[in-house]
């Protein structure tokens, strides 16, 4: 079969994204224990259900005292109490009097200041000296000052994190609303392709897209179904597609460029997807497409492994960060400066993969291209930190140039 192709309306990455994430709504609110949340968004607001802390409390180790009693120091108080965390305080202060008190007790009557033990001479077990002047109020915790009852402490949309997760804990929800993940499915496609289980053979392929794929996937918390290799005819791909239709979103590698074996696009239309947009200004990556059908997105990726990576790291990833009811969408970005020229053709977004390197004196991390920049060589995504982005208008970037970069999965550790 010979396929026919109409010469492509090419997007900006910036309008391809806006066209994929136009289509999309959060997935379905579901409740899910707190255990399994991280990394999830909140379906929900969600409010504090007491008072934090619920008295006013020590934020030291030290003594509760009248700031008026140490106003002028040095000056020796009696000690009358022992207050701990989870103590109710029995006596009130009295002109004269302290009491020594542990970080998190409850303030006794009559305090308004703490002072902390660094700061205080102890004499006996009943006297110590306060040999500094101490501000009233220092060191104290009020009632309500971390949260109050009917407060809004987390907002729907927000990322799970880890501190999101003890803020949970905090106001006690054992179960928590968060949108539901979405369902992938991957598929390559290509008859020159060995799947990882194949017996050896040299002369072919391995299929490093399902992998890689998967990986990016799962870096998201979610779990994806490999659907495996689809054979270059239309009947295979079609066969192995409708499967994919199942899911909430389809990934193919391969097979979506220009070649008379390229057969996903006209096969997926076939089969009744709507197809969005094919190209886009960028390098590498340029023949992505995406289509839908009913609530499912098609992803067609390139086949060169750095090609179909990078297509996700721009496309795929904040489409399923958005079907996750996620408000930040993309890979954080920070200005680099680039170790090495760096060539781009005119008209398209460069990708280049580099690592990052820190000059204790600069202001900058230094991005240094990998040996290969071959949209083939998928150990050029294996070292790399970072997407640096050369703009589409530069036509490549001198040594030491400032440009932004997009961090990949890992690169927050040094
Ligand atoms: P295609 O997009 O099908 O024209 O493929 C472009 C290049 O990517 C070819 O060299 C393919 O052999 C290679 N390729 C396609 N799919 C995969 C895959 N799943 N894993 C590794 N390389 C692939
Ligand atoms: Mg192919």
């Given at each position: 079969?010979?396929?026919?192709h109409?010469?492509?309306?090419e997007?900006?990455?910036q309008d391809a994204q806006?066209c994929?994430?136009?289509?999309?709504?959060?997935?379905a609110?579901?409740?899910?224990?707190l255990?399994q949340?991280?990394?999830?968004?909140l379906?929900?607001d969600v409010?504090a259900?007491r008072?934090?802390?619920?008295?006013?409390?020590s934020a030291m180790d030290?003594?509760?005292a009248?700031a008026?009693?140490?106003?002028a120091?040095?000056?020796?108080?009696?000690?009358?109490?022992?207050?701990?965390?989870?103590d109710?305080p029995?006596?009130?202060?009295q002109p004269g009097q302290?009491?020594?008190?542990m970080t998190?007790?409850?303030?006794?009557?009559?305090?308004d200041?703490?002072i902390r033990?660094?700061?205080?001479?102890?004499l006996d077990?009943?006297?110590?000296?306060?040999?500094?002047?101490v501000?009233?109020?220092?060191d104290i915790?009020?009632q309500?000052?971390a949260?109050?009852?009917?407060?809004?402490v987390?907002?729907?949309g927000?990322?799970?994190?880890?501190?999101?997760?003890?803020t949970l804990?905090t106001v006690?929800?054992a179960?928590?609303k968060?949108?539901?993940k979405?369902r992938v499915a991957?598929?390559s496609?290509g008859?020159?392709l060995?799947?990882?289980?194949?017996?050896?053979?040299?002369q072919k392929i391995?299929?490093a897209n399902s992998?890689?794929?998967?990986?990016?996937?799962q870096s998201l918390?979610i779990e994806?179904?490999?659907l495996?290799?689809?054979?270059?005819?239309?009947?295979a791909?079609?066969?192995?597609?409708?499967?994919?239709?199942?899911?909430?979103v389809l990934?193919?590698s391969?097979?979506?460029?220009v070649?008379?074996h390229?057969?996903?696009?006209?096969?997926?239309a076939?089969?009744?997807v709507?197809?969005h947009f094919?190209?886009?200004k960028m390098?590498?990556?340029?023949p992505?497409a995406f289509?839908?059908?009913?609530?499912t997105l098609v992803?067609?990726?390139?086949g060169?492994p750095?090609s179909?990576?990078?297509?996700?790291e721009?496309?795929v990833l904040?489409a399923?960060?958005?079907l996750m009811?996620h408000r930040?969408?993309?890979?954080r970005?920070?200005?680099?400066?680039?170790?090495?020229?760096?060539?781009?053709?005119?008209?398209?977004?460069?990708?280049?993969r580099?690592?990052l390197?820190?000059d204790a004196?600069?202001?900058y991390y230094q991005?240094?291209p990998?040996?290969?920049?071959?949209?083939?060589n998928?150990?050029?995504?294996?070292s790399?930190d970072?997407?640096?982005?050369?703009?589409?208008?530069?036509?490549g970037?001198?040594a030491?140039?400032?440009?932004?970069a997009?961090?990949?999965?890992?690169?927050?550790f040094q």
């Amino acid at each position: 079969m010979k396929n026919t192709h109409t010469a492509p309306s090419e997007l900006s990455v910036q309008d391809a994204q806006a066209c994929i994430l136009g289509k999309i709504r959060p997935l379905a609110p579901e409740e899910i224990p707190l255990s399994q949340t991280l990394g999830r968004a909140l379906a929900e607001d969600v409010r504090a259900n007491r008072d934090l802390p619920p008295y006013n409390t020590s934020a030291m180790d030290g003594y509760a005292a009248r700031a008026a009693d140490i106003a002028a120091p040095p000056q020796i108080l009696n000690v009358i109490e022992d207050i701990k965390a989870g103590d109710t305080p029995r006596l009130a202060l009295q002109p004269g009097q302290c009491a020594r008190i542990m970080t998190g007790a409850p303030l006794p009557q009559g305090a308004d200041t703490v002072i902390r033990v660094e700061d205080t001479r102890p004499l006996d077990e009943t006297h110590v000296e306060f040999p500094i002047p101490v501000k009233q109020g220092t060191d104290i915790r009020l009632q309500g000052e971390a949260m109050r009852t009917g407060d809004v402490v987390l907002n729907v949309g927000e990322e799970i994190t880890p501190g999101t997760v003890g803020t949970l804990a905090t106001v006690k929800h054992a179960t928590v609303k968060v949108f539901r993940k979405p369902r992938v499915a991957i598929l390559s496609n290509g008859d020159e392709l060995e799947a990882l289980d194949d017996p050896f053979n040299p002369q072919k392929i391995p299929d490093a897209n399902s992998y890689a794929l998967m990986a990016q996937t799962q870096s998201l918390g979610i779990e994806p179904a490999l659907l495996g290799i689809a054979r270059d005819t239309p009947n295979a791909l079609a066969t192995l597609l409708k499967r994919g239709l199942g899911y909430d979103v389809l990934l193919i590698s391969g097979g979506t460029s220009v070649g008379v074996h390229d057969h996903v696009r006209p096969t997926l239309a076939t089969i009744s997807v709507e197809m969005h947009f094919w190209c886009v200004k960028m390098r590498p990556g340029h023949p992505v497409a995406f289509g839908t059908i009913g609530n499912t997105l098609v992803f067609c990726l390139p086949g060169n492994p750095v090609s179909s990576m990078v297509c996700f790291e721009q496309f795929v990833l904040p489409a399923l960060r958005a079907l996750m009811g996620h408000r930040r969408l993309l890979r954080r970005t920070l200005p680099v400066r680039l170790t090495q020229a760096v060539k781009s053709k005119q008209g398209r977004v460069e990708f280049i993969r580099a690592t990052l390197s820190r000059d204790a004196s600069e202001g900058y991390y230094q991005a240094t291209p990998t040996a290969s920049q071959s949209s083939g060589n998928i150990r050029s995504m294996a070292s790399a930190d970072v997407l640096a982005i050369v703009p589409n208008d530069s036509g490549g970037l001198t040594a030491e140039s400032i440009t932004q970069a997009q961090l990949l999965e890992g690169a927050a550790f040094q």
